[in-house]
């Protein structure tokens, strides 16, 4: 059709038409491309060493400078982000309303009477892993307040260029969200099946995949984040030197998780002895029984390790107020002891002495915790600065400088370290699910606590790295009027 036009029109009159018939003639004549001849055209000369691919660049930037249009190459149609996002959505609905059809009709298979029983066995397995999971939800939800409010956390944690933002937390967060109440159905379908051996297997692989990806040695799935994750409950758990922020704020939301590693320690506990999925764990008395001594130290570890921690900051900084630190996590002590005590005494010495020793413990654990919180984790003067975001944003506008905020935190945070005791006390958990949605309420009360921790530390960094700035000039104002002088010091 080109070639037509070209015929039926001079090509003295049109030298853009000389020009396209020039560079197609050069790219279709062989005798042209081995001749070894320079090809002449309105676009200039060009060698046939020098590689087609050159010319018809060459031609084509001509052609943009002449106004001539290049015909384009076809592009990929790529789905826009929006539509992803909602074939996204759709599908993680589809997945939950799946997951929780199976799950009521794996459970309604079963008899009445082994409703409660069936559903405890199978919460206290996934109960860890599902806390677990609110836990990154959260994080993930400070980091991105964080970086709203341009508080470089990086630098308070002391964290490398490969940190995990907002966007990669949340990622992690989803896959686990996804994994872990798959497992969990696989398990409820299997058991009510009869599938016994097979349901049983799936707590212990999920448990083991966890396992493996956290200890991966390869450079996938963010070997450097998980690297300083282990490394850090490496410093929590044995504090042989000097203690950094990131090693006593993880230790502080390991204490919010105790439960967690409680309920970890029975679930592997069935999973060493063979006891998944059958009834002999039921059992109070038996080894991995709900009145098992492990229970109490396990609950303890988290705080035992936040008080070896104030005692390595005493010997470093010789700061009497670590000790007073330490004498707060020492309080959770017999609040957990005590409450264990139940299934080991008499009734009478119970009711008579150890109930009151514990009420007692209760009280001082919680309202010493709350006035810690207060007056040492935050500081009041400034509690709503971490809510100014550089961009306007709803969120800010409705926390930041606002009274209530005030209010909520403060009082919030009374009514759930009252409520935090409740978990600790072993001889009142015996509804599940009060004890998962108390547990739930304490991550979230750590969650709005981090805010202001972290907010109080970052305001500490500023205000020390302002004040060594303005001590750096000092000698150098002393040092021009001594000159001008003429003094010698």
């Known amino acids: 059709m080109q070639i037509a036009k070209l015929n039926a029109e001079p090509l003295h009159d049109n030298p853009i038409s000389v020009a396209t018939f020039s560079s197609h003639q050069f790219s279709v004549s062989p005798q042209l491309r081995k001749s070894g001849r320079a090809v002449v055209s309105d676009f200039g000369t060009f060698e046939p060493d020098s590689g087609f691919e050159e ?3 060459h031609s084509i930037g001509v052609n943009e400078i002449k106004g001539v249009s290049a015909p384009s190459s076809t592009t990929a149609i790529v789905p ?6 909602r074939l996204k959505v759709f599908l993680f609905l589809i997945w939950g309303v ?36 609110i836990m990154v ?35 992690c967060a989803t896959w686990m969200t996804i994994v872990v109440p798959t497992s969990m159905t696989a398990y409820l379908y299997l058991y009510s099946n009869g ?24 450079d996938i799935l963010y070997l450097s984040s998980r690297y300083f994750l282990l490394r850090t409950l490496w410093r929590i758990a044995f504090p042989l ?65 936040r008080l070896f921690q104030c005692i390595r ?13 330490a004498l707060k996590y020492s309080t959770a002590v017999p609040v957990i002891f005590l409450s264990a005590l139940k299934y080991h005494v008499f009734p009478d010495n119970w009711v008579n002495l150890y109930r009151p020793l514990w009420l007692l413990s209760a009280v001082v654990n919680s309202l010493y915790s709350f006035y810690w919180d207060l007056t040492r984790d935050w500081d009041l003067s400034c509690f709503t600065r971490i809510f100014k975001f550089t961009r306007p944003h709803i969120l800010s506008h409705v926390l930041y400088g606002r009274k209530w905020v005030y209010f909520w935190v403060i009082g919030s945070n009374l009514i759930l370290r009252c409520t935090w005791t409740y978990k600790l006390s072993a001889h009142l958990r015996h509804n599940y699910l009060t004890v998962f949605a108390i547990t ?10 981090a805010f202001f921790r972290v907010e109080n530390e970052w305001n500490k960094t500023s205000t020390k790295s302002n004040s060594q700035f303005s001590m750096g000039d000092v000698p150098k104002e002393e040092e021009k009027l001594l000159n001008s002088t003429g003094h010698n010091v």
């Open 440 to 449: 739930v309420l304490e991550i979230f009360r750590r969650f709005q606590w």
């Open 137 to 171: 939800w959260f994080w993930g939800m400070n980091l991105w307040v964080f970086a709203q409010a341009n508080v470089d956390f990086p630098k308070i944690f002391d964290l490398d260029q490969n940190h995990l933002t907002h966007r990669e937390i949340w990622k």
């Open 241 to 305: 030197q000097a203690i950094a922020f990131a090693d006593f704020f993880l230790a502080d939301i390991l204490t919010s998780m105790s439960k967690v590693f409680s309920d970890l320690e029975r679930s592997v506990c069935r999973m060493v002895h063979q006891q998944v999925a059958t009834i002999a764990w039921f059992e109070a008395d038996s080894v991995c029984g709900s009145h098992s001594v492990a229970i109490p130290i396990v609950l303890v570890l988290p705080y035992l390790c």
């Open 195 to 218: 599938e016994v051996t097979l349901a049983a297997f799936q707590p212990v692989l999920l448990y083991a995949a966890f396992a493996m990806v956290l200890i991966f040695p390869y």
């Open 55 to 57: 010319a018809l660049l």
């Open 98 to 133: 799946s997951c929780c059809k199976i799950s009521w009709d794996s459970v309604m298979r079963m008899s009445v009477n082994l409703h409660d029983l069936f559903l405890y066995e199978a919460f206290l397995y996934y109960n860890p892993l599902l806390l677990v999971t």
């Open 80 to 85: 826009s982000p929006v539509l992803l996002w």
């Open 313 to 325: 900051q005493y010997k470093d900084t010789r700061d009497r107020t670590t000790l007073f630190n």
